[in-house]
């Protein structure tokens, strides 16, 4: 006698949990974190809901991966920055051009932290504030450190390192990879506009 064998469920595709994750960073970018449901991932991946539970815990538990792996890959890269880059407009410059950089190559990224971290759950959302306070904070004290050394003739770290931070993150709403300009050519550009907003003075 042969085996039973249920179709419907050979006939499901195979994913992986990266599959899972960047099904949902798209509909979360696009749809907003309560625009997704489950079922709604689990269809992109062409899955039955309760498949998905192989990989996840929870809707939650895929934004808080999003959120917390991003934010963490930014103070990465900021941090390798300072460890070896010691000029400061050398510092400004290729802080912002990592960050812009950033925007340009991560834009689902980008959404989804900036309007949908409001609703993660705690302790992630203080360990989510608490990364995006510090690297302001740490981009703030490079601006600082380059005014009070003579190299900058800027009058506010503060709003400059926010003006630059802004200018960055606004790239998201518009790179275009079919676009005129490379994410890096962009991220180059900015980085020079950082220089100049800070009034880096000749060398």
């Not at 993150?169 to 180059?188: K, L, M, P």
Request: glycine share 4%; proline share 3%.
């Amino acid at each position: 006698m042969m085996p039973h064998v249920d179709r419907r469920s050979a006939a499901l595709p195979s994913v992986t949990k990266v599959e899972v994750r960047e099904a949902a960073l798209t509909l979360f970018a696009e749809r907003g974190y309560h625009g997704t449901s489950l079922r709604d991932v689990a269809g992109a991946l062409g899955l039955r809901t309760p498949s998905l539970y192989a990989h996840i815990e929870s809707k939650q538990s895929l934004l808080v991966d999003i959120v917390l792996r991003t934010l963490e890959q930014v103070v990465a890269d900021f941090e390798e920055v300072l460890a070896t880059v010691g000029d400061p407009v050398e510092r400004v410059r290729e802080a912002t051009r990592v960050y812009a950089a950033h925007h340009a190559t991560h834009r689902r990224e980008t959404l989804v932290v900036n309007h949908e971290t409001v609703h993660l759950d705690e302790p992630a959302l203080a360990a989510a504030q608490r990364m995006r306070r510090e690297h302001e904070h740490a981009f703030r004290q490079v601006i600082s450190d380059g005014k009070a050394a003579g190299v900058f003739t800027v009058d506010s770290p503060k709003l400059a390192s926010f003006a630059i931070l802004e200018m960055c993150v606004s790239i998201a709403r518009w790179f275009n990879d079919d676009g005129e300009v490379t994410a890096e050519a962009v991220a180059r550009q900015y980085s020079d506009y950082a220089v100049a907003l800070v009034g880096a003075t000749p060398a």
